[in-house]
Structure formats: structure tokens, C-alpha cells
């Protein structure tokens, strides 16, 4: 699949649209919402697009230390999670930190799993409906942050540590950590 996608808020709604289309989730509703409320309609920069974009350069960050998208994650109350995105027009040093990734950099194949993990990561499905997950871990999205109020980025160490520490919450609730598999994994530092 070669398919050229802006670095922007226009190009995410078209990589997540194609998401959708691939994994055939247009026709999934949100739980307890009606029928109508389809994932589709979420899929806008006050949707649930913001917590996919985020996601996804979470992971860019991580493991490429660029971003995917040129844009800046904001405050809305109007806005399904309290969160909107927009294209970045200014300088942010948070954002800057990290700079946005070419085709060359991050290809769009790499592009589309970092995104389609994002996804993953973030919904819930049962049957025909889905859950969406709270951005949760590095972010505090309260009345702190307001209207309008840009959400600063996090740094990759900041990113890499949730990521650790819900990879051990996760284990430890199936119970896959041992005490002989953590004391073989100690490290000194």
C-alpha cells in the first residue's frame, strides 16, 4: 500500500478512515449509545482522533524519537474526551523536542502500524459495539486544562516508563511475574 498521507489532522482522519475500512469497523457502534453512533463519526479532530494521533506519536517518539503529526493537542469541553487537536502553526518547545518524521524517516507502512496499534491500544470491542480507553498515564486532563490550552508533550523517557509500568500492571494481573522472573531481570543501574 503506497499511499501518500499529510502529517497533519486532514492526513490522521484519512489514515485512521483507512484503518476503520481494513479491519471492517465502520458499522460499530458505541456501547450503550444508539445504533447510529458508529465509530466512523468518531473519527474527527474533537472525536476520538486526538487520543489515536497522541497514542501513535507516543509510540513514534519511543521508538523512533520523531513525530507523526505536525499538530498540537489541546483543552475542548465541547469535545467527547476533553481533548481536540489542530495543525501546529506555532512554536511549542514540548512539541519541538521532537520533530515531525518524513516519508523517509518513518514510511508509510511503519506509519500505518504505529497507528494501527493505537487503535488497538485505545478501543474496546465486543461484538458490533466499542469501548474507548481514557487517556490515562501522562497526561491529567482536568479543569486545569482548559479552552484551548495546549497539552504539553511528554519526553520519551516519561513515555517509556508508563509504557513499562503498564506492561508489569498487566502481568502482574495475569499473573505471568514471578519473583524468580523479576529477580532475573534485575538490572543494575
Given at each position: 500500500m503506497n499511499i501518500n498521507v499529510e502529517n497533519n489532522v486532514v492526513g490522521a482522519t484519512r489514515l485512521f478512515e483507512i484503518l476503520l475500512k481494513k479491519h471492517k469497523l465502520e458499522r460499530h457502534h458505541m456501547a450503550n449509545q444508539p445504533p447510529e453512533m458508529i465509530l466512523p463519526?468518531?473519527?474527527?479532530?474533537?472525536?476520538?482522533?486526538?487520543?489515536?494521533?497522541?497514542?501513535?506519536?507516543?509510540?513514534?517518539?519511543?521508538?523512533?524519537?520523531?513525530?507523526?503529526?505536525?499538530?498540537?493537542?489541546?483543552g475542548n469541553s465541547e469535545s467527547i474526551l476533553g481533548l481536540s487537536c489542530r495543525d501546529k502553526a506555532e512554536s511549542?518547545?514540548?512539541?519541538?523536542?521532537?520533530?515531525?518524521a518524513n516519508e523517509s524517516e518513518i514510511p508509510f507502512s511503519l506509519r500505518?502500524?504505529?497507528?494501527?496499534?493505537?487503535?488497538?491500544?485505545?478501543?474496546?470491542f465486543k461484538g458490533r459495539t466499542f469501548e474507548h480507553k481514557d487517556l490515562t498515564g501522562l497526561y491529567d486532563i482536568t479543569e486545569a486544562l482548559g479552552d484551548g490550552d495546549v497539552l504539553p508533550f511528554p519526553n520519551a523517557d516519561s513515555i517509556m516508563t508508563?509504557?513499562?509500568?503498564?506492561?508489569?500492571?498487566?502481568?502482574?494481573?495475569?499473573?505471568?511475574?514471578t519473583k524468580e522472573l523479576v529477580k532475573e531481570a534485575e538490572v543494575n543501574l
Open positions: 463519526f468518531f473519527n474527527s479532530w474533537d472525536g476520538l482522533l486526538p487520543i489515536w494521533m497522541i497514542k501513535s506519536d507516543e509510540m513514534a517518539v519511543e521508538l523512533l524519537g520523531h513525530r507523526l503529526w505536525d499538530v498540537v493537542y489541546e511549542i518547545p514540548s512539541y519541538d523536542q521532537y520533530p515531525v500505518f502500524l504505529l497507528c494501527q496499534q493505537s487503535l488497538v491500544e485505545n478501543m474496546r508508563v509504557r513499562l509500568n503498564s506492561f508489569i500492571m498487566e502481568a502482574n494481573r495475569k499473573k505471568i511475574l
